[in-house]
């Protein structure tokens, strides 16, 4: 624990680091090119820099497993936000902007205190343990982080080039209609995405045992079986997103019905809302079987199987959506979800089944 708290602290300063530094080269673009006013640059430094702040933290307190912390630190931050909304005569933004303080800084104060206790609890030898040396470190969890970079460039690149082709009078043009489709369709999704951490809790559970109940003579029945609880949960994730995709499109009939939709009804009844949502819902369920047939490839610590799977995807989807908006209009953009997201899905599907069919190796050299 005390070399847990150690590589907490120096990943979360390292992120930090990174992004103040992508931050500053945007800010130096963007301020040469004058493409924007400078007080819209200003809101959102602010915005950007509180939001990196918020993520790191729920990343600590994700490592950490405290997930009720997590959702009581958004509560509060929501609480703070409604709030300062109906007594304070604040802007907005101002007010965003303390609620994602508030949140940030009730996460960071959790994640200190568990890290902190557990280091200290930490007795006998173990204290004398150390790190490896840094290059082997970075060697071993760069291919991780190269993953999640590639896994949240997938999530943000249709949206980048929908931006772009809009027509507005930035070269970055935010269409709320766009928007709302994406952002539906991904609350549709979010069951299935949710219950990945089932899925990674139950696979880590199941190797050991279920390598003991095999003999040495049986290792097709071994595998088979791994290969069999693999295709059990793709099943559920693909009900899951089935479910979710029908609850968020019953969900938005039901508040148009009720007059509920207040200052969204616009948005709603535009038609490329519609639209958006549509080929979203396929995108995301697509991109949920991805990422379900990456974790397993990552629990065996194959994470270059994963990479070979997620970056074509990215590729295709930006190559998609910037052919698909430079020939129609902007919400093509999310044609290039739709069909990276597929390649995605099968690329993984291929990388998971010839890992799993071997799963006894795999899991014997995994660690």
Known sequence: HMLAERVAWSVAGIGGIAALAVGALVWLVVDLSGAYPREDMETAAAYYLLLCLVDLASALLYLLRRFLAMVGATVL??????????????????????????????????????LRRRARNTRGDLRLASLPRTRITVRRVLPFA???????????????????????PLPLWFDPSYELGLDWALVGVVFALAFLEVTVEAFSKILEPMAGRFRVTEVRKHNRSVAGFWARQLAAIGLLAAAGCWLAVGAAVGLDALGWLGPAQQVYDDPVTRQVFGFAVIGYALLALGITNSVFVMSLNRPGRALASVAPGVAVSAGIGLLATSQYDHWTAVFGLVVGAGVFATLSSWQAWRTLRRADYYSYAAW
């Open 146 to 168: 190269c993953y999640g970079a590639l896994y949240f460039a997938f999530l943000t690149i249709d949206r980048i080039v929908a931006w772009t082709a809009a027509d507005g």
């Open 77 to 114: 931050a929501l609480v703070v936000a409604g709030v300062l909304y109906e007594t304070s005569n604040l802007e907005v933004r101002h007010i965003h902007w303390i609620s994602l303080a508030v949140g940030a800084a009730v996460e960071l104060g959790v994640a200190a205190r568990v």
